[in-house]
């Protein structure tokens, strides 16, 4: 009953800029963690941002500069701004929360339906 919905994805050329958006919605009662990982086919899921309920960040090193993630807690959203887009950026997109569903004893992650970036000419 609890479940993130992101969209923000698409096809984009090399140097562009994409921002990525992550709902969390249902039976809500906190929210910790959230972020980002990707995935392409035949590879292992790589984190890519986190931040906290507290907006500590940390990212993966080869985005470090380039990617801002943000978090909007009124709208139980996280975001991910994408800029200086490369080729090796292409993945399926995943957002991650760590949630306390009403009435739970404890937090679980959560994972969005995924969205594709394509950075390509």
């Known amino acids: 009953q609890v479940h993130l919905v992101e969209s923000g994805g698409g096809l984009v050329q090399p140097g562009g800029s994409l921002r990525l958006s992550c709902a969390a919605s249902g039976s809500i009662f906190s929210i910790d963690d959230m972020g980002w990982y990707r995935q392409t086919p035949g590879k292992e899921r790589e984190f890519v941002a986190l931040?906290?309920?507290?907006?500590?960040?940390n990212y993966l090193l080869s985005v470090e500069g380039r990617f801002t993630v943000s978090r909007d807690n009124g709208r139980n959203t996280v975001y991910l701004q994408m800029s200086s887009l490369k080729p090796g950026d292409t993945a399926v997109y995943y957002c991650?929360?760590?949630?306390?569903?009403?009435?739970?004893?404890?937090?679980?992650?959560?994972w969005g339906q995924g969205t594709q970036v394509t950075v390509s000419s």
């Open positions: 931040i906290t309920e507290q907006s500590a960040t």
């Open positions: 991650y929360a760590a949630i306390k569903s009403m009435g739970a004893r404890v937090f679980m992650p959560y």
